[in-house]
């Protein structure tokens, strides 16, 4: 499966941008805004790299990234801060950051930033399968017997939400707020819509988007699903 990189940041706007990109480039992506929540986060194994903010709402980032010195495991850090003074900088690498990037900065710096503390940590990023549909790494599309899937940009996001919680349940709140981030009003029955589409776009690949009425949906690897 695919390693989720953890985003700790307070400002929401940033949160969601990064995490949409991120999303957007194959990885798998979770946002939390303080340290407890950051600290508890990463107990999970399929958090694989860290972007990491120092000025959190409930204390300093540098308590998040003192944990991470202390796992057995590495955990590939790229500390993003609006702190741009070099004994700030030299403080988060001496602490443990793989590397350090002043806000504001463009998302593809802060990708291959990422991508170069990953290759330098023995991380490979490799094709991302599930039945016969693959992601390759840093293509955003999908392929089912090496022919793109033809989704339209809302399918896109839709599918990409299931297949980064895949064999994990995603209630209807939460496709309808992927769907619609600015909150316009998209209808449950819209949602339905997409689904089937989606549905009948993936046929063939091995993959199955089953139906929890009342819940919402699962994406895993098996028999297609019926529209429920």
């Excluded at 990023?125 to 039945?131: F, I, K, L, Q």
């Excluded at 089912?144 to 297949?163: A, S, V, Y």
């Excluded at 349940?169 to 997409?194: F, M, N, R, T």
Aim: hydrophobic residues 40%; aromatic residues 6%; contains cysteine.
């Amino acid at each position: 499966m695919v390693m989720d990189v953890l985003i700790v940041e307070d400002d929401q706007a940033i949160a969601r941008a990064l995490q949409a990109a991120f999303v957007g480039r194959g990885f798998g992506a979770r946002h939390c805004n303080s340290v407890d929540e950051g600290l508890r986060q990463l107990n999970d194994p399929r958090v694989g790299a860290l972007v990491l903010d120092l000025g959190l709402e409930d204390g300093d980032g540098m308590t998040v990234l003192e944990a991470v010195r202390k796992r057995s495991t590495p955990l590939p850090t790229v500390i993003t801060t609006a702190r741009a003074g070099l004994l700030d900088r030299l403080k988060g690498l001496n602490a443990g950051a793989d590397d350090y990037l002043v806000k504001p900065f463009e998302f593809e710096e802060l990708l291959a930033r990422l991508r170069a503390v990953l290759r330098r940590c023995g991380v490979v990023e490799s094709v991302d399968r599930v039945g016969n549909i693959e992601r390759r790494p840093g293509d955003i599309r999908y392929f089912i017997d090496g022919e793109p899937l033809p989704l339209t940009p809302r399918e896109h996001t839709l599918f990409t939400t299931l297949w980064t919680n895949r064999n994990r349940l995603v209630g209807k709140q939460a496709l309808l707020k992927a769907l619609d981030p600015d909150g316009e009003g998209l209808l449950d029955q819209s949602l339905d819509v997409y689904i089937h589409r989606v549905r009948r776009k993936v046929e063939g690949g091995g993959v199955a988007i089953t139906t929890l009425r009342g819940f919402g949906y699962l994406l895993r690897a098996g028999d297609a699903a019926d529209d429920g």
